[in-house]
């Protein structure tokens, strides 16, 4: 019986060591809103849907901005954080510890750029570079229609703020034409972030207490503590990790995480795939309810960017419309727009009750850095006969559930997007 006891103590320990993020091959990459761009992205120069007889002739396209620095307030929470890498680090030399040895020398040797935490409004280089690679990829990908665009011919324009200023200027660099000009933010309501402007939203929207009642209320599911328990026994630490602790220490993976150098960060060792699951999940429930469907009015804002593009594209079917229009905004904006259109949405409504693992809604995919909506309307020749369709693309790969295969007729199109025009009134 001895013998047995030692055996299985020595396979529980062996067990639990097992896990080593620095060498796992596949580290769980969804991070919710702060995923990297690179890290879920299609590529439109493959995916793009090409049908005989047919011509691009206009493009309308809405982008989150690029992977941005943490705001003051994140800042601050997560530089106060980073000290509890020393108690991971001592724990591990007492062996209380689960996590492996490079796991704990990648931790030790993370080096503190103050810089990244001072709360500066701007896009980091990797946000460069996804708004780049959008444009340039775009570019390739529509070349006898974006290569000699002329004034008139465009429209590129951010929403306020310099980190949604610069994404549009490096996404309008990536299309490769230094005397391209981009439009100034405007300064009152626009259709890129109408919900910004309109104060009895914002207002109601800080007071209802239903925004984050259910993720609060996940906060006492199993789920969630048994990974609050799994994070504790890995760090062994010798105190109780809090809720705001182990939301810190995720951040910090979520933002040192860079998909375009292909570096995992190492404050992610702390979580397992589960524990990673758990806290995304938490992150949907609240853009589920500030953003998406858990908030009826988030479609009637989703509606007026919709309402540009059937304005826009029924111009380029005479002739007197762009041939390219692209915003920059946030991802609420993008969420909003979902929900408007019904995309990811659940038979069911998320809640803290229950972890739904095979829900539609999924921040991870849909509202990272740098996520878009991409619409292209093409002209086509059937059998002397002029048409129009439009495709829709989502982060660069098609989007099959719109329209049937893809592909809506004009007037599919028009049939389920017309109405959002009447929202100019709302405007």
Partial sequence: MRTILTLLVFYIHYAKSLYCYWNTGCPYKYLSTETPYNSVRGDIRDSIVKLTGCEPVSIWGIYRHGKRFPSSHVSAIMKEAISIRNYVITSYEKGYSSLCAQDVENLRNWELNESFFDGKEDITEEGRKEMVGLGKRLKEAFPTLLNNLREGSYTFRSARGAWMEKSIKHFVKGLGNKNLSIDDPKADIDIMDPYATC????????????????????LRNLDYLAAKDRIQRRSGIDYNLSDENITALYDLCRYTWSAVDDKVSPWCALFTKD?????????????????????????VFGRVPLGDLVECFAKAKKGEGKKITAYVTHAT??????????LFKDEKPLTGAKMDRERKWRTSKISVFSANLVAVLSRCDKEGLEDYNVVFYLNEEPIRSICEEGVCSWREFDTKLRSFIELDSFM
Avoid: C, S, W
């Fill in 333 to 342: 904006m993008l969420d909003q727009i979902y929900t408007a259109l019904g």
């Fill in 199 to 218: 104060r009895t939203y914002q207002e109601n929207l800080q007071k209802n207490p239903n925004i984050t009642a259910e993720a609060e209320k996940f």
């Fill in 275 to 299: 524990d990673l699951q758990v806290l995304e999940y938490i992150q949907d429930l609240k853009h589920y309810y500030a953003n998406g469907y858990g908030t009826p009015v988030n479609k």
